[in-house]
């Protein structure tokens, strides 16, 4: 990640019995990650990259990446759990990767641990432009990202990833849904919009009446806009293949909505080549979710983010009608 949304792939296969709760607070970084580290790095074991220029770091959730030269990035997990989310980036979303036609950030090369680092490291490629938080992709962006997706969402093998955030089954986001729709009413107050109760139990509702059986496929797992590149409001590519995984294509496609407006995510859904309805409607569900979980973020830029996708979604209310949403408790029965 590029800042600290509150979502993470883990890269974990051991399936767990409800949704894990995602922490909006980042982990605190375990080793020291500076540039002097990361050139020590290069002289040991990538010499020829060792005089480009480095950049500060960009502290994620997970990794802090430092930007190598004009094209390339240094990728060092920040605490223990995210040494396996790289382990799977460089087995499987460099060989995935092969077979895309769309802009990916790339394994280049990867990196054992050092004098100055205790952890497996990885170099990748750098995709010019601006990530999708700082400058909103516009509708014409949405084809390009749809056809992204499928050529992402192919049949993934048992031995796929799991991760215990964004694998789970639609009903077991259930907990996530309630914890972080108590916070919305304090957090909208202060910015204007609120959710609206009942659009949150009807739109939830629809998506727990549709079938949850689609075939578990390769996803991002992490689709947001600090991962998606912005070139100039047109798609740039997607970033950040710690989260790959096997799971429902309604994850990525339920990210679509704090991406683009309503009217694009229809675009886009169109250029992946249609969604069934049980797709669509769990992809909501995800989407309204995830939205509700970034709009709790005490952070302003992703904050917006949340509230801009609720409002696309349609369970946002706002200005006069704020106060519908100020009686809110529990809508989800």
Sequence with gaps: MTIPPP??????????????????????????????????????????????????????????????????????????????????????????????????????????????????????????????????LDASAAPDLGRALAEIHRPAPADAPFDVEQGIRLAEREPVLRRFLRALPVVGAGRGPMVDPNAVAELWGRALAVPDDAPRVWIHADLHPFNVISDEGRFGGIIDWSGVSRGDPAVDLGFLWSLLRRDAVAEAYRAYGGLDEATEARAKGIGMVKAITLAAVPKAEVSRIGWRALTELGVAVHGGNAERGRSLTDPIR
């Design 7 to 136: 979502t993470s792939g883990s890269g974990r296969r051991d399936e767990p019995s409800s949704g894990a709760i995602p922490s909006l607070t980042p982990p605190l970084s375990e080793v020291a990650a500076s540039r002097e580290v990361v050139r020590a790095l290069l002289r040991e074991q990538h010499p020829d990259l060792a005089d480009r220029e480095i950049s500060d770091p960009i502290e994620g959730f997970d990794m802090a990446v430092f930007r190598l030269g004009e094209d390339l990035a240094v990728r060092l997990p920040r605490h223990r759990e995210a040494i396996a989310s790289l382990a799977a980036e460089v087995r499987w979303a460099k060989e995935l990767s092969q077979a895309w036609t769309f802009p990916a950030q790339r394994i280049v090369r990867t990196g054992v641990p050092g004098a100055e680092f205790p952890w497996s490291w990885a170099i990748t490629s750098w995709l010019p432009g601006r990530i999708a938080a700082q400058r909103p």
